[in-house]
């Protein structure tokens, strides 16, 4: 378990930070971008359940349920960061990694809600009541940590990669299922814009 009785330590002042082993790289090391990006991610959809729990309750048991699944994923990317912040080949003996099986209850959850949605005529306007604008928010905060790990794929697990792959779809799909009465803003292409 992780133990933490002292945030300040001084220690990056010199840009420096140190990963999972001790040892220290730069700040703009890559691999501190991925885990970086990582944890930017968990802090959007932290905002995103904060504004679920703001919003009234006529799609309640959609609500709760994206509350849910977004505090199993909250949890996993800080496991995926944590993996993140390891040197190729150092990830301690107890510490645990997501498998595949993470990866594919993200599909199980996407196919489930896309049950209950149309299929899309254009491209969706990233907008909507706060909850589904957090959500594109993190969408691209999560492709942005898949590009950063992809940068480094012979030193990143692939199933780290097809996480993020797989969330940034699963925070899509949830903002359509999460769209109110307001419905969704379609993109018009140029040529057909008034």
Same mark, same amino acid.
């Given at each position: 378990?992780?133990?933490?009785?002292?945030?300040?330590?001084?220690?990056?002042?010199?840009?420096?930070?140190?990963?999972?082993?001790?040892?220290?790289?730069?700040?703009?090391?890559?691999?501190?971008?991925?885990?970086?990006?990582?944890?930017e991610a968990n802090s959007a959809i932290g905002i995103v359940r904060s504004e679920i729990k703001h919003r009234p309750?006529?799609?309640?048991?959609?609500?709760?349920?994206?509350?849910?699944?977004?505090?199993?994923?909250?949890?996993?990317?800080?496991?995926?960061?944590?993996?993140?912040?390891?040197?190729?080949?150092?990830?301690?003996?107890?510490?645990?990694?997501?498998?595949?099986?993470?990866?594919?209850?993200? $599909?199980?959850?996407?196919?489930?809600? &896309?049950? %209950?949605?149309?299929?899309?005529? @254009?491209?969706? #306007?990233?907008?909507?009541?706060?909850?589904?604008?957090?959500?594109?928010?993190?969408?691209?905060?999560?492709?942005?940590?898949?590009?950063?790990?992809?940068?480094?794929?012979?030193?990143?697990?692939?199933? $780290?990669?097809?996480?993020?792959?797989? &969330?940034? %779809?699963?925070?899509?799909?949830? @903002?359509?299922? #999460?769209?109110?009465?307001?419905?969704?803003?379609?993109?018009?292409?140029?040529?057909?814009?008034?």
């Amino acid at each position: 378990m992780v133990r933490i009785t002292k945030v300040h330590t001084g220690g990056g002042d010199g840009g420096e930070t140190s990963l999972v082993d001790g040892s220290r790289v730069g700040k703009e090391h890559p691999r501190v971008a991925i885990y970086g990006t990582i944890d930017e991610a968990n802090s959007a959809i932290g905002i995103v359940r904060s504004e679920i729990k703001h919003r009234p309750r006529g799609d309640g048991h959609r609500l709760t349920e994206a509350d849910q699944m977004l505090g199993i994923i909250q949890q996993e990317l800080f496991d995926v960061g944590a993996e993140c912040a390891c040197p190729p080949g150092g990830v301690p003996e107890q510490m645990s990694i997501i498998g595949e099986d993470a990866g594919n209850r993200l $599909v199980e959850e996407m196919d489930y809600m &896309l049950q %209950d949605l149309d299929p899309l005529s @254009s491209f969706v #306007l990233p907008t909507g009541n706060p909850v589904v604008a957090h959500l594109h928010m993190a969408r691209t905060i999560v492709r942005r940590a898949e590009r950063e790990a992809c940068a480094l794929r012979e030193e990143v697990r692939t199933e $780290v990669i097809s996480y993020l792959n797989r &969330l940034s %779809d699963h925070c899509f799909v949830l @903002s359509r299922w #999460l769209t109110g009465e307001e419905g969704e803003a379609l993109w018009t292409p140029l040529g057909k814009r008034v």
